[in-house]
């Protein structure tokens, strides 16, 4: 049985939009429209561990946290791995005030030993790139021009880093993640019909968020990757061209245009595992 179409609805034009939103509508227009323009969605309460976000979460505040304090500049791998995992302690403490569920723990372990992988590589990459920002969000509305108007872009970037002898920009994105060939290639293009294909543009879109720090210099863009194989933790780079990044803002106009069009039809059926919370709504 086939989705049945939206009813029309008077909408105003978005006038804002997340970076990380474009990954929803790429992945689906219809989906997007019901989990970000009429705000459809649905909550699981019967936590009994950790999801794949919550887990991603917890690491992404434990870093952030880091990247906030003085061992930032720690070249000190035991000395880093020490207040991660004491943070991470710290954490739960306050967030699992009542008695953790069994799988809770057991993932509080994986989640220590991932950081500790984290801790060993920071210690050496310290020593080329010096942390200026985390959670970083610009102090200026972001634009992004599109015939003549213009969207604001949001967004929060998770670390901005500098090299300490060629002055060179590095933004990340921390993935905590259980694969080891995660790449920003992989997760934000695709080959179509012979083409490489933009299916998100969270990367490539920071380096607009990050204009008032990067100024137009190039800047190299990230992944601090911590896997579930502690063997592959570390930094992995994008490799794309002045073009590649330029067809990518091409592909965020094209989304606003559409968005503003209102077109959200047809559904794309191969996307539904990127939207669980939708799940029940949808046939």
Avoid at 40 to 47: I, P, R
Avoid at 255 to 283: C, H, M, S, T, Y
Wanted: hydrophobic share 40%.
């Amino acid at each position: 049985q086939h989705l049945q179409p939206p009813p029309p609805q008077v909408i105003e034009p978005i006038s804002e939009i997340r970076v990380t939103q474009f990954r929803d509508y790429l992945a689906c227009p219809y989906r997007f429209y019901l989990r970000h323009i009429l705000k459809v969605a649905t909550v699981d309460d019967d936590l009994e561990e950790l999801d794949p976000a919550g887990f991603g979460s917890l690491a992404h505040q434990v870093l952030c946290d880091f990247a906030r304090s003085k061992l930032r500049e720690s070249t000190d791998p035991d000395a880093i791995a020490e207040y991660l995992v004491r943070k991470l302690e710290s954490i739960c403490k306050h967030r699992f005030a009542m008695a953790p569920l069994p799988p809770v723990p057991i993932q509080l372990e994986q989640l220590k030993a991932r950081l500790r992988a984290f801790a060993t590589f920071q210690a050496e990459h310290a020593r080329t790139w010096k942390t200026l920002f985390a959670e970083y969000e610009p102090g200026e509305p972001v634009t992004l021009d599109v015939d003549g108007k213009t969207i604001r872009l949001l967004g929060r970037i998770d670390r901005i880093d500098q090299n300490r002898e060629t002055g060179r920009f590095l933004i990340i994105d921390y993935k905590v993640t259980d694969s080891d060939d995660v790449t920003p290639e992989r997760l934000h293009r695709k080959k179509i019909a012979g083409e490489r294909v933009w299916i998100d543009l969270q990367l490539p879109l920071y380096r607009r968020l990050a204009r008032e720090v990067i100024g137009n210099t190039p800047v190299c863009l990230g992944y601090i990757l911590l896997p579930k194989n502690a063997e592959s933790t570390g930094l992995c780079q994008a490799e794309w061209s002045v073009e590649d990044l330029a067809s990518a803002e091409e592909t965020a106009r094209d989304v606003v245009r559409k968005i503003w069009q209102k077109k959200f039809w047809p559904p794309n059926e191969d996307a539904v595992g990127r939207f669980p919370d939708l799940a029940p709504i949808l046939p």
